[in-house]
């Protein structure tokens, strides 16, 4: 494999990255990606449209169409670019878009990729304009203009590239320019994965990291996973280290499992100190709202991406909290969810937290 010098992660902003990976944590990340389309769970209808652009492709000898993949963080967007040029038998180079400031970077690495070179551009909707404006000529005519000198004297040379496969990663593909999106051959929309999905997820990693799991015991911990494989790894691993120390590494049953979560901060329903904090916060300050992000996002002391992107596409999602255009608002089963009285209806008053909520 073959990593641009800014490596696979520096770009990401670290508070949408999982701030509890440490080192360890990451290597084992890595250890734990399906390496094929085979191996990668869920997501069927991806995996069934991918798989016959990439037969395809093989079987015309050529280079795979450029794919675009959006979905929420940890839904396996790394992954699955990484099993393309694996399927593909294709070199992989990996860059993010907050890396490419300046089209030249961007042209620096696009000359010097090899034939059939599979190019994954991790948030690629964070790339300056200039640059986004050089990709749609390498996407399209593989060819580049790079400017040599500048001012008056500045002349454009035209670059041939030989024909590679861009494979592009957002969280955001509403943010996307139109022409960028439309360069695109096939997009890839991830969806969240099933519980029963998460579960064949946890049996497999429990397998590679050699821990003893039980039926229930992996279903407890993927009911918790909202819908994100990578948080479902994520909370094996720490099962492991209490079944380790508590139990002397005795196999991961359902009474382990919710032993464990709930030293980690883990709800019943999966929700962690985050989501419950935003909860808590919309409840209990702004009475259910509405109220802006930004005024949420202060009020729970993180960044507004951080809440929109980590958050609420989960709250959302289980039908705590809407989006409207007047703001974020709590749903009933908010306030039921953390034991709070909601405001009475009609009445016009703002809400109050229960007497004896939590
Ligand atoms: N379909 C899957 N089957 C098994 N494991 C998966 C699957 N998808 C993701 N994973 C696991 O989840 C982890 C996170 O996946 P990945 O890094 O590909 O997510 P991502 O979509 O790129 O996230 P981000 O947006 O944060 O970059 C990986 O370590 C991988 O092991
Ligand atoms: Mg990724």
């Known amino acids: 494999m073959n990593w641009d010098e800014t490596g696979p992660d520096t770009a990401a902003d670290p508070r949408l990255v999982d701030s509890s990976a440490d080192g360890e944590d990451q290597a084992v990340e890595a250890a734990l990606r399906p390496k094929d389309l085979e191996e990668f769970v869920g997501q069927e209808k991806v995996r069934e449209q991918l798989d016959l652009v990439l037969r395809a492709a093989r079987a015309r000898g050529a280079t795979a169409d450029h794919v ?25 180079r990996i860059t993010s878009g907050p890396a490419i400031q300046h089209a030249g970077d961007l042209a620096a690495i696009l000359s010097s990729l090899q034939e059939g070179e599979v190019l994954f551009l991790d948030e690629i909707h964070r790339m300056s304009r200039p640059a986004e404006e050089m990709l749609y000529m ?34 955001r593909a509403g943010l996307l320019p139109p022409p960028l999106r439309d360069r695109f051959g096939f997009t890839g929309h991830m969806e969240f994965y099933e519980p029963s999905e998460l579960e064949r997820v946890i049996h497999r990693s429990a397998r590679l990291l050699d821990v003893e799991i039980g039926a229930d015991g992996a279903a407890e911990i993927a009911g918790r996973s909202r819908g994100t494989p990578r948080i479902a790894n994520r909370l094996l691993r720490r099962v492991r280290d209490y079944a380790q120390v508590k139990t ?8 382990v499992a919710n032993a464990a979560l709930k030293v980690y901060e883990v709800d019943p329903r999966g929700l962690d100190r985050l989501d ?33 992107e980590v958050a609420e596409p989960f709250l959302v999602r289980e039908g705590l909290l809407a989006r409207t255009p007047r703001g974020r608002v709590a749903t009933p089963a908010a306030w039921a969810h953390l034991g709070l009285v909601p405001p009475q209806q009609g009445s016009g008053k703002a809400g109050q937290p229960g007497l004896f909520g939590t």
Do not use: C, H, Y
């Open 248 to 255: 002397d590494g005795g196999i991961i049953d359902k009474d």
């Open 138 to 171: 390498a996407m399209e005519d593989f060819r580049v203009d790079v400017i040599v000198g500048k001012g008056p004297g500045a002349t454009a040379i035209p670059l041939e590239l030989p024909p590679f496969t861009l494979v592009g990663a957002t969280t």
């Open 276 to 308: 419950r904090a935003v909860l808590g916060a919309l409840l209990k300050l702004f009475g259910g709202g509405p109220v802006g992000l930004s005024t949420l996002a202060v009020a729970v002391g993180e960044e507004r991406e951080t809440v929109e």
């Open 68 to 92: 675009l993949l959006s979905g929420a963080p940890g839904l396996g967007k790394t992954t699955l670019s990484m099993i393309i040029a694996a399927e593909m038998g294709a070199p992989i």
